[in-house]
């Protein structure tokens, strides 16, 4: 079936500190994929997408590329703030059960001033 | 914001007592679910609706039950809560459930059951 595999955390960084979250998919089809952010005591928001092969989410500084080659949709950003302390899950939609997502179990981010 | 808006926030009940969380949407969407986050396990789901009285099961349906009767309103009824369902509970709105449309998430109910 399809599964998402993402980097245990939890990750501690400094403030302006290079970010890479991995995020490699399992999934029969072409699905799209997702990273949505959570903050302490909120919903999830999404954070970008990519729905098909070599595309490329991005928003506030977070950049996600979907490899197809090496299942894969790592998430990057050049320089952490304290503000990006959440958790982060990465996500796939084959659309085969009208939209449903597939979540994978989150990783952590601290940023440190 | 997508409006969703999730009741109640927090609650704390009784092994063996029903327990009904409701979401409730302003957009007008067609597609509404049911998660629950557990640590470990990032959000897996329990049911979902296509649309007034069309509702399917998810990943983790067992002793759960759900119900929607408006367009706006998702129910979700736990008919005799266990410690187990102790959880983090999300709803989401999708507007036509297709691949590469993204959920809007609700801000959550904590349910603790002891």
């Known amino acids: 079936g399809n599964s998402v595999t993402q980097m245990e955390g939890p990750v501690t960084l400094s403030e302006e500190a290079f970010l890479t979250i991995n995020c490699t998919y399992t999934a029969t089809g072409y699905p799209s994929l997702f990273w949505y952010v959570q903050y302490p005591g909120e919903g999830l928001q999404l954070l970008l997408k990519?729905?098909?092969?070599?595309d490329k989410g991005s928003n506030k500084g977070f950049e996600a590329t979907y490899r197809k080659e090496t299942t894969s949709f790592h998430l990057e950003k050049g320089s952490v703030q304290v503000s990006d302390s959440a958790v982060y899950f990465c996500?796939?939609?084959?659309?085969?059960?009208?939209?449903?997502?597939?979540f994978g179990k989150g990783t952590k981010l601290s940023v440190k001033p | 914001d997508a409006g969703i808006t999730q009741s109640p926030r927090h609650k704390v009940t009784e092994t063996g007592t029903p327990v009904t969380l409701r979401c409730h949407q302003t957009e007008n969407h067609r597609y509404m679910y049911w998660y629950r986050q557990d640590p470990g396990h990032g959000l897996r789901l329990i049911h979902y609706?296509?649309?007034?009285?069309?509702?399917d099961k998810g990943e983790v349906s067992d002793g759960y039950s759900v119900s929607r009767s408006k367009t706006e309103d998702f129910l979700l009824t736990l008919e005799s809560a266990t410690s187990s369902q102790t959880s983090v509970y999300f709803c989401?709105?999708?507007?036509?459930?297709?691949?590469?449309?993204?959920?809007?998430f609700g801000d959550g109910t904590r349910l603790s059951i002891l």
């Open positions: 996500a796939l939609s084959d659309g085969g059960s009208q939209g449903n997502l597939i």
């Open positions: 989401a709105i999708s507007e036509f459930g297709s691949r590469d449309q993204p959920q809007h």
């Open positions: 609706s296509y649309g007034v009285k069309d509702t």
């Open positions: 990519a729905t098909k092969a070599d």
